[in-house]
């Protein structure tokens, strides 16, 4: 169902809340009490004309009029009618051209995944084969339409005892229509955004797979997948596959591990999840059905990640929380009672007895649609899913390492001034977005832009400054290594100051700095600012042209002998010395 929202705080300063009462009308439908709410919307438990309950999603007055929050909820209604699954909450009713636009959902009164580990602790085994199986059957259903939901994660899954119901389509993609680049592009949790979503690569089935496994982990564990900790963190180790899998089953591991891979093309398809899952609900080792390509287990796989505060079962974080500020850790959850082995197994080796949540003081019981069980995303992310401008970057790799093989330092410092204005560009892109994931779209949003500027500039120097110094180190040692390799080779001796160590020391210490610490924010800052130069595609293959023939120049040059290389290069003609000068 729809009814999910992203967080359940308020809006910030209470602007722009939908003013319904209880058991006052939304269009023919008579609410009966909010069940939550979020920045942009609110949802009501309501009535339809034949006393059927159903759950209303109500945009908030501020962004009532914004076009991209209008196409989103048309987006959903027109996916939502695509599908035909008990996996997936239909949607019965919608009205776009009111004043207040809604869309009306199926009223499903359990709680999302994320409450119900949350309060009860992590899954056993046999409720989590149910929950994979039927997410597994969701998931089929929705791919067999073309479509792919994007945003599969605990708190987009209600559950009705053990069956789950998947939810909220807002960001869903289909597969036959142009690809969305600006809005309906999910800014939410970090730890269940996948790699080609962080990325901006390409989306498939794979991605929901993805999703699918990220939802098992924190089922079986009672934790993100990647950890908690600042939002690059835990997206490079999306990036980089780094699942914290310590908790779960040994024999269901291999699976999850596959299915979180980096490259969509290593992750397991429908039909090898499914015989995956039912070789594991047999004992069967999983290995034994998937193919060759999804086999590789890190040897650390199960072992636990660098230590973060976080309590034994957390949700997981919104943006704009979790993610940008550790929150406090979470009262001690009392222990409970193992959960029994299902269908005659034992417990799982290095499974801890599953905590229970510690005393709720003033809470009655919640609905499965309140605040904690379901979230409506904010205005998303306008890089995530945007060209990544790849051949240009290359392109400006290698006419760098020209530029710094012919004039090392003139090259250092071009870098240099790249990475600030790269990091700069991004740290602004990104608190605008915090500030429209918290408050919506405001006409302030540029004037508060430009205002930020100089703490952005001065953030970023300090990030460039730190994040230079591994780069420089390892292109030194290039340079140093590769130097004396040469002269075993020619017995010159070592020559610092030759264009092969310069070139390969460069090369080295630019691969560093875009794959290495802080490389997050210097890869979507130098995508930013690609994409802003080189939009048409005339363009881009004219800028990758020049760049490739600057770069074949200089070191064509350099090898050929017809330039040399210059570290202090002179900027006009040398000063007469004083024998020169008239007179003497």
């Known amino acids: 169902m729809t009814t999910q929202l992203l967080g359940d705080d308020p809006a910030p300063d209470g602007r722009g809340d939908v003013g319904v009462a209880d058991f006052d009308t939304i269009g023919p439908y008579r609410v009966l009490q909010q069940l939550g709410q979020g920045g942009m919307g609110i949802v009501h438990l309501a009535l339809d004309a034949r006393g059927r309950a159903v759950a209303i999603k109500v945009l908030r007055s501020h962004v009532a009029h914004d076009e991209d929050a209008r196409a989103r909820l048309a987006r959903e209604v027109d996916t939502l009618a695509r599908v035909r699954s008990q996996r997936i909450a239909p949607v019965f009713d919608?009205?776009?051209?009111?004043?207040?636009?809604?869309?009306?959902?199926?009223?499903?009164?359990?709680?999302?995944?994320?409450?119900?580990?949350?309060?009860?602790?992590?899954?056993?085994?046999?409720?989590?084969?149910?929950?994979?199986?039927?997410?597994?059957e969701a998931l089929r259903a929705i791919h067999d339409v073309?479509?792919?939901?994007?945003?599969?994660?605990?708190?987009?899954?209600?559950?009705?005892?053990?069956?789950?119901?998947?939810?909220?389509?807002?960001?869903?993609?289909?597969?036959?229509?142009?690809?969305?680049?600006?809005?309906?592009?999910?800014?939410?949790t970090p730890g269940y955004l996948s790699p080609e979503l962080v990325e901006g690569g390409d989306v498939t089935p794979?991605?929901?797979?993805?999703?699918?496994?990220?939802?098992?982990?924190?089922?079986?564990?009672?934790?993100?997948?990647?950890?908690?900790?600042?939002?690059?963190?835990?997206?490079?180790?999306?990036?980089r596959g780094d699942a914290d899998l310590r908790d779960v089953d040994p024999q269901l591991a291999p699976l999850?591990?596959?299915?979180?891979?980096?490259?969509p093309t290593r992750r397991p398809d429908a039909d090898e999840v499914l015989m995956a899952l039912e070789a594991w609900a047999h004992g069967r080792p999983v290995t034994e059905v998937l193919p060759q390509r999804t086999r590789v287990l890190r040897p650390d796989a199960t072992r636990a990640l660098p230590p973060v505060a976080a309590p034994a079962v957390e949700p997981p974080a919104p943006w704009g929380q979790g993610d940008w500020t550790d929150p406090a850790p979470a009262p001690a959850p009392a222990p409970r009672a193992p959960v029994p082995a299902a269908r005659g197994r034992e417990p799982w080796p290095g499974t801890q007895p599953a905590p229970q949540p510690a005393a709720q003081v003033g809470h009655g019981?919640?609905?499965?649609?309140?605040?904690?069980?379901?979230?409506?995303?904010?205005?998303?992310?306008?890089?995530?899913?945007?060209?990544?401008?790849?051949?240009?970057?290359?392109?400006?790799?290698?006419?760098?390492?020209?530029?710094?093989?012919?004039?090392?330092?003139?090259?250092?410092?071009?870098?240099?001034?790249?990475?600030?204005?790269?990091?700069?560009?991004?740290?602004s892109?990104?608190?605008?977005?915090?500030?429209?994931?918290?408050?919506?779209?405001?006409?302030?949003?540029?004037?508060?832009?430009?205002?930020?500027?100089?703490?952005?500039?001065?953030?970023?120097?300090?990030?460039?400054?730190?994040?230079?110094?591994?780069?420089?180190?390892?292109?030194?040692?290039?340079?140093?290594?590769?130097?004396?390799?040469?002269?075993?080779?020619?017995?010159?001796?070592?020559?610092?100051?030759?264009?092969?160590?310069?070139?390969?020391?460069?090369?080295?210490?630019?691969?560093?700095?875009?794959?290495?610490?802080?490389?997050?924010?210097?890869?979507?800052?130098?995508?930013?600012?690609?994409?802003?130069?080189?939009?048409?595609?005339?363009?881009?293959?004219?800028?990758?042209a020049a760049l490739l023939i600057f770069a074949v120049g200089v070191l064509g040059a350099l090898a050929v002998g017809a330039l040399d290389i210059s570290w202090w290069p002179s900027l006009g003609s040398p000063l007469p010395s004083a024998d020169q000068l008239p007179g003497r």
Not at 477 to 486: D, E, N, R, Y
Not at 501 to 514: M, R, S
Request: charged share 15%.
């Open 94 to 136: 919608a009205d776009l051209e009111t004043e207040q636009p809604y869309i009306v959902t199926r009223y499903v009164p359990g709680p999302s995944l994320e409450q119900r580990v949350r309060e009860d602790g992590p899954l056993g085994a046999q409720s989590l084969l149910t929950l994979a199986r039927g997410l597994t």
């Open 146 to 188: 073309d479509v792919i939901h994007r945003d599969l994660k605990p708190g987009n899954v209600l559950m009705l005892d053990d069956d789950p119901v998947v939810i909220d389509f807002g960001i869903a993609h289909v597969a036959d229509t142009s690809r969305m680049t600006m809005t309906g592009l999910v800014m939410g």
């Open 206 to 239: 794979a991605t929901d797979w993805w999703g699918w496994a990220a939802t098992l982990v924190f089922a079986a564990t009672g934790r993100s997948p990647f950890g908690r900790g600042g939002m690059e963190a835990v997206l490079a180790r999306v990036c």
């Open 256 to 263: 999850l591990h596959a299915a979180l891979a980096p490259d």
């Open 365 to 427: 019981p919640q609905v499965g649609h309140g605040p904690q069980a379901g979230q409506l995303d904010r205005p998303g992310d306008p890089r995530i899913g945007k060209a990544r401008r790849s051949d240009v970057l290359a392109a400006l790799l290698v006419a760098g390492v020209a530029l710094t093989t012919a004039l090392p330092w003139v090259g250092l410092a071009v870098a240099v001034c790249w990475s600030w204005a790269a990091r700069t560009v991004d740290r």
């Open 429 to 544: 892109m990104t608190a605008t977005v915090r500030r429209r994931h918290r408050y919506g779209r405001r006409r302030s949003d540029g004037v508060a832009a430009v205002a930020s500027a100089p703490l952005q500039l001065v953030g970023a120097a300090l990030t460039t400054v730190v994040a230079a110094l591994l780069p420089l180190a390892v292109g030194a040692a290039g340079v140093l290594a590769t130097a004396l390799a040469q002269s075993t080779v020619d017995g010159l001796g070592v020559r610092l100051d030759s264009a092969v160590p310069l070139a390969v020391g460069a090369l080295l210490a630019l691969l560093i700095g875009w794959w290495g610490p802080g490389g997050p924010s210097l890869r979507r800052g130098s995508r930013s600012m690609a994409r802003s130069v080189t939009g048409p595609p005339a363009l881009r293959l004219v800028v990758v």
